[in-house]
């Protein structure tokens, strides 16, 4: 009976052995940085914040229109009519205001949206070259790891099977 539990041990020892996870890394801000198509993700998102620049300042040219006006004509307009011109005015400063404030937002979903066709060729070439090699698990490299073997770095494979330089 002592023979059969030693045995069953081992067995179950030397299986744990050989199912352990075969674990890489990937710097992919590095990759990214590689890749060609970059450089057209941030001429579009600059010129994207340049027309948000430009409708921000269109929007203010056209307030400031509204008040210049409105006090040109204040003296003129009949009390009614100056309430409604300056519910006008006052509404017009807040969607400036708005406006102001969803660019920033604005540009990180537009920021995003173009950097994800990027992300999806690194993750479909990621996965492949771990398939390839066995890895049962990718860390990105801004993980906080205190020992790591650089066989395991997957970033300048990546970059070869993504037809990138490897300097």
């Given at each position: 009976m002592k023979k059969i539990t030693l045995l069953l041990?081992?067995?179950l020892f030397s299986f744990q052995m050989n199912a352990q996870s075969k674990v890489g890394t990937i710097d992919v801000e590095?990759?990214?940085s590689k890749m060609p198509d970059l450089e057209k993700v941030n001429?579009?998102?600059?010129?994207?914040g340049t027309e948000l620049e430009t409708e921000i300042q269109a929007q203010?040219?056209?307030y400031q229109d509204m008040v210049k006006t409105y006090q040109e004509k204040e003296k003129s307009y009949t009390d009614p009519m100056k309430k409604i011109k300056q519910d006008e005015i006052i509404k017009k400063e807040g969607e400036i205001k708005t406006l102001q404030q969803n660019s920033s937002k604005l540009l990180q979903i537009k920021q995003s949206e173009l950097m994800r066709p990027l992300y999806k060729k690194i993750g479909e070439n990621l996965e492949a070259v771990a398939k390839e090699q066995g890895f049962s698990q990718v860390l990105t490299i801004n993980n906080?790891?205190?020992y790591?073997?650089?066989q395991y770095d997957l970033?300048?494979?990546v970059m070869k099977n993504l037809g990138l330089p490897t300097e």
């Open positions: 041990i081992i067995a590095f990759i990214l001429t579009d998102i600059q010129a994207y203010l040219t056209g906080t790891i205190a790591l073997d650089q970033t300048l494979t």
